[in-house]
């Protein structure tokens, strides 16, 4: 759609599993906290939700896990979201180690979902508009 909009972050101590490295489950809320920075900054975060009551849902990820992420590491966040087919939507992000190698990469489908009558929606204006705001950002 246009350019990705990038995240920042250290790994911590508390991102880290038994083995030293990013757990798995991890990766998931890594992602996460990058799309609702992306919508936040284009003006449709957690406060719009509630206030519109209707918001983007995960309806399914597609993690493919590359290169081990370890302690204090940087990475980068991408978020990439392709235009909306009818009430659908898909995500692509990546995980960016500092050398420029991928560490993971997920494929997001997701929906509109109406707080009020939990059903699938068609994307709003404001939901549309922020998804292009969000491309400018990057």
């Known amino acids: 759609m246009g350019t990705p909009f990038y995240y920042e972050l250290m790994i911590r101590e508390h991102h880290l599993d038994s083995y030293g490295h990013v ?41 493919q896990f590359r290169k081990e992420l370890t302690l204090r590491e940087k990475v980068k966040i991408s978020v990439d979201s392709l235009p909306m ?30 707080l009020a009558t939990r059903k699938l929606i068609d ?8 998804i292009r705001v969000s491309h400018e950002l990057g």
């Not at 994307?123 to 922020?130: F, G």
Request: charge should be negative; hydrophobic fraction near 35%; avoid cysteine.
């Open 23 to 63: 757990n798995n489950a991890t990766y998931v809320e890594m992602l996460e906290e990058a799309r609702w920075e992306s919508i936040t900054r284009s003006g449709y975060g957690y406060e719009v939700v509630q206030k519109l009551k209707k918001g983007p849902v995960i309806l399914g990820i597609d993690l």
């Open 85 to 114: 087919k009818g009430k659908i939507g898909i995500i692509n992000q990546e995980i960016i180690k500092e050398d420029g190698s991928v560490s993971a990469i997920a494929k997001i489908t997701y929906g509109m979902f109406d």
């Open 123 to 130: 994307p709003t204006p404001e939901w549309q508009e922020a």
